[in-house]
């Protein structure tokens, strides 16, 4: 069974647009981010949940709004998509410390 | 905030050779240290860990050690075989909880020549 799980896996839209990335996790655990992965492969923190609550927001434009529905679950919403926005979006979740990764989102915008 | 400085970018070795991925960190809060894999297309995977309460960790031909008085940890991969290659990252945990998210150094392309 995958543990951490996202849809879609890839994603192409246009300037202006507005998407949604959904992640869901199985294996129970409190805590639940997203990275970005940007075209030099520099990965970033962009937010931190824990039992469905915001910890961080790691200056991450309000175009970006994160929303977890419960514990299992972190989306990600794009409000007003830019050609910089264009990467891999990825979803980790972990309890303690160790943190396992989803498979990724490619976003492109046109 | 943490930075996590790696060095070198890009590691070309002979199969059979070791391998050295060095990382620095900037915030002495930090006591957990994670390397993950990453190849083409994929997700970033743990390879290994280590905690600030211990200064080496080994799983096979993966070992890990750290420096906390130097603020340095580094990654040696012994045996090197074609699968080896990946990008490689380190990172830190600034929080020592998990809460924070990890800091992550910018990555090392590990080439195995056969």
């Known amino acids: 069974d995958t543990a951490v799980s996202q849809t879609p896996k890839y994603l192409v839209t246009q300037m202006g647009n507005d998407k949604s990335i959904k992640c869901e996790q199985n294996?129970?655990?409190?805590?639940m981010y997203w990275y970005k992965q940007d075209s030099k492969k520099f990965l970033k923190i962009m937010f931190s949940?824990?039992?469905?609550?915001?910890?961080i927001n790691e200056t991450v434009p309000n175009r970006f709004s994160p929303k977890s529905p419960d514990k299992a679950h972190l989306n990600l919403h794009i409000n007003s998509l830019e050609l910089g926005d264009s990467a891999v979006y990825f979803c980790?979740?972990?309890?303690?410390?160790?943190?396992?990764f989803g498979p990724g989102t490619r976003l492109t915008v046109t | 905030g943490e930075n996590v400085e790696q060095h070198p970018s890009t590691l070309s070795v002979q199969e059979g050779d070791s391998a050295v991925i060095k990382c620095t960190y900037s915030?002495?809060?930090?006591?957990?240290f994670p390397w993950y894999k990453q190849e083409l297309g994929k997700r970033p995977q743990l390879i290994i860990d280590?905690?600030?309460?211990?200064g080496e960790k080994k799983d096979q031909r993966i070992a890990v050690t750290l420096n906390k008085t130097a603020k340095h940890f580094s990654l040696h991969i012994t045996e090197t075989q074609p699968e080896d290659s990946a990008v490689y990252f380190c990172?830190?945990?600034?929080?020592?909880?998990?809460?924070?998210?990890?800091?992550f150094g910018k990555g090392t392309h590990l080439i195995i020549q056969p």
């Open positions: 980790a979740s972990s309890q303690a410390v160790e943190q396992y």
């Open positions: 294996l129970g655990h409190d805590t």
């Open positions: 949940y824990n039992n469905k609550e915001l910890i």
């Open positions: 915030d002495s809060a930090s006591n957990y």
């Open positions: 280590i905690r600030s309460n211990v």
């Open positions: 990172a830190a945990d600034p929080s020592g909880g998990g809460a924070d998210g990890l800091t």
